[in-house]
């Protein structure tokens, strides 16, 4: 495992903390789960989730890091409801990709790959998101203001 050089408060694990909109997460550090991550309400699930980045397709269906997040009725509907469509969009993309693939069809391969990549960002956007899955702690998007509130805010020093 490689590890970057980054001049954070160091505790024994560092617990996450938030700049701006943004929570960051070093490595082996946990989220609250009692509070939903999307709107701070009353979680009523945990589930575990994995943090991809919606502008690079390499991180869409690979392994990423996984968080265990809290989530309300609300959102924990919302990500249901976004893992099924991702995963039947994704399985129409398929088949539409193999029968182009078949029959030589440019434009069913092309409609193939669309709707494969459709499902992909979408998953991907889903909850929360991060711009970047190479750095540490990593950036996570998403969290709503309240929830954002409960850790602590640090300045992100470019140069140390
Ligand atoms: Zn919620």
């Known amino acids: 495992m490689e590890s970057s050089e980054q001049s954070l408060p160091s505790p024994a694990i560092n617990p996450p903390w938030r ?10 550090a946990y989220l609250p789960t009692d509070t939903c991550v999307r709107c701070g309400h009353k979680a009523v699930k945990v589930v575990s989730k994995s943090i991809r980045n919606p502008r690079n ?19 924990k509907d919302d990500n249901s409801v976004g893992t099924a469509l991702t995963y039947s969009v994704l399985s129409i993309g398929v ?12 434009a069913t391969l092309v409609i193939g790959l669309l709707a494969i990549a459709v499902s992909g960002i979408f998953r991907a956007r889903t909850l929360i998101y991060t711009s970047n899955t190479n750095v540490e702690p990593l950036p996570i998007k998403g969290a709503c203001e309240s929830y954002l509130e409960q850790f602590p805010s640090f300045e992100v020093e470019e140069d140390s």
């Open 19 to 28: 700049h701006d909109k943004i929570l960051y997460l070093p490595h082996g």
């Open 57 to 75: 397709l390499s991180t869409w269906y690979s392994r990423q890091t996984t968080v265990d997040i809290g989530l309300c009725k609300i959102h």
């Open 95 to 106: 088949i539409i990709l193999i029968t182009g693939v078949i029959t030589l069809g440019i």
